[in-house]
């Protein structure tokens, strides 16, 4: 399991290195103007590390993972793997590359191909990229199936012979053939029955023992979340406001939208739950369209001051390893301003 931060770590093994991502797209639904998904993120994972991924729905976390595994091109930024870059490297470079990192998806079943076997779902990857023998790749899939929790038999049957669970074992097995150093789980187990849920988040974190594999583990769920990072990204309309170790962050969040979030956690009517994670706090929702670089939480920040209207807050660090964006923990004179 994760060892216990240490205040003065020696810097881990880094596997993949986001800088400054950004990405707009043309807004949709006949509105004019610019939707800025993904606004200058920086972040990085470490060896046998698990970085989540938290915010709500839209705020820009699936279109983090499709950059970091390009399956779209960002505006701006750089992903780099074990420090070579991937943005910007050409296309036999690229082809090679996309093999260390692989994404899990919320709906398994749908990213199976129904008209393949499991064993040959599982071994299309090593087929794409032109590796082994058929039989080969069969063995492979064949020893994934075990190491996932499937029978041997089950590489023979379809997709949807199996359930939500089984099929994101499968989807797990898959992403592991082509041995990559970091895998991408985007609402992996969010929609799994908790018991499942427990289950599939054992397997993810066994996996990650035995092949030191970094994970960007992205869910609108902080409980899940903790459950598996080492360290949490909190991200509100397209930035991430603050970053830290999983321990930091839920002991003492620091940015008021981190805490709105965390307030939710305990509250067990749904509908409640849902009210606060939206922020407990009155005010407007700052919209994606905003084209300025302000609080994007100013409009429900109940903490709001006037330099929150002027000035554009960076992502600081307070703390050994604990950064967030928030003049409430800015220098002095930059938060009494
Ligand atoms: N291809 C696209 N074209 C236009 N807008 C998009 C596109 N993909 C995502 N968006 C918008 O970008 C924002 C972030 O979406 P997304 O990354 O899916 O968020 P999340 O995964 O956190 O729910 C949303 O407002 C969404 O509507
Ligand atoms: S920067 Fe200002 S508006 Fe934004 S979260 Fe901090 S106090 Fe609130
Ligand atoms: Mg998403």
Excluded: W
């Excluded at 595994?69 to 943005?87: N, S």
């Excluded at 199976?112 to 023998?133: D, K, S």
């Excluded at 922020?279 to 670089?293: I, Q, R």
């Amino acid at each position: 399991m994760a060892e216990p931060v240490q205040e003065e770590t020696v810097p881990e093994e880094t596997v993949l290195e986001a800088q400054g991502l950004s990405k707009t797209f043309a807004a949709r639904g006949g509105r004019r103007g610019a939707l800025r998904a993904v606004s200058d993120v920086s972040f990085t994972i470490g060896r046998a590390e698990t970085l989540g991924l938290v915010g709500e729905s839209g705020c820009g976390k699936s279109t983090l993972a499709r950059l970091v595994l390009r399956l779209i091109e960002p505006d701006a930024g750089t992903v780099r793997f074990a420090g070579q870059a991937f943005t910007g490297a050409a296309p036999p470079r690229t082809r090679q590359m996309r093999r260390q990192v692989q994404m899990v998806f919320q709906d398994a079943l749908s990213s199976l191909n129904p008209r393949m076997t499991v064993g040959t779902n599982i071994a299309e990857p090593m087929r794409l990229q032109g590796i082994g023998t058929e039989r080969e790749r069969q063995e492979a899939a064949q020893a994934l199936i075990a190491l996932v929790g499937l029978r041997p038999e089950h590489a023979d049957r379809y997709p949807h012979e199996f359930s939500g669970g089984q099929c994101q074992r499968i989807a797990i097995a898959r992403a592991l053939i082509l041995k990559p150093s970091v895998i991408v789980f985007d609402e992996a187990v969010s929609a799994l029955d908790v018991s499942i849920r427990a289950q599939i988040l054992h397997l993810i974190l066994d996996l990650q023992q035995r092949f030191a594999l970094g994970y960007l583990f992205i869910s609108h769920d902080l409980s899940v979340v903790k459950r598996i990072a080492d360290r949490i990204a909190v991200m509100y309309l397209g930035r991430i406001v603050e970053i830290g170790s999983s321990e930091a962050v839920y002991r003492s969040p620091l940015h008021p939208y981190t805490q709105a979030l965390l307030s939710a956690i305990p509250v067990p009517d749904p509908r409640r739950m849902r009210v606060a994670a939206l922020g407990v706090v009155e005010g407007e929702a700052a919209s994606p369209l905003d084209a300025s670089d302000l609080c994007p939480f100013r409009g429900r920040c109940p903490h709001r001051m006037p330099v929150c209207d002027e000035t554009p807050p960076a992502l600081l660090t307070t703390e050994a390893g604990h950064s967030v964006a928030c003049f409430l923990h800015h220098p002095p004179r930059a938060a009494a301003a």
